[in-house]
């Protein structure tokens, strides 16, 4: 099972990014996917979620209304669309998934929102 994650970058206060995690490998039963980040300093948080059937979603508190995580059942891929970005989430973006064969992480892609 590989997990490749994109489209991180740097960005200003209020500015928006979409992340991309897209699965490949032995990914037939997918239980939940989502994204955790780590801050320099910090441990691995959790950000967001959604069930892969059916679909339900579940969110940090920081980031409530302000991302949307959502997923492409026939692209087998993830995405957290982060709006109204603020500095305090710059951090390594960590996709996750959770499926009948075990836990993965891809590779982390880093965010950085300057102030």
């Known amino acids: 099972v590989q997990l490749q994650a994109s489209g991180g970058g740097l960005v200003q206060a209020g500015d928006s990014l979409r992340l991309s995690c897209a699965a490949s490998?032995?990914?037939?039963?997918?239980?939940?996917m989502g994204w955790f980040r780590q801050a320099p300093g910090k441990g691995r948080e959790f950000v967001a979620a959604v069930s892969w059937n059916p679909g339900s979603t579940y969110y940090a508190d920081s980031v409530k209304g302000r991302f949307t995580v959502s997923r492409d059942k026939a692209k087998n891929t993830v995405y957290l669309q982060m709006n109204s970005l603020k500095p305090e989430d710059t951090a390594v973006y960590y996709c996750?998934?959770?499926?009948?064969?075990?836990?993965?992480w891809g590779q982390g892609t880093q965010v950085t929102v300057s102030s």
């Open positions: 490998g032995d990914t037939f039963t997918k239980y939940v």
């Open positions: 996750n998934a959770n499926l009948r064969s075990g836990s993965y």
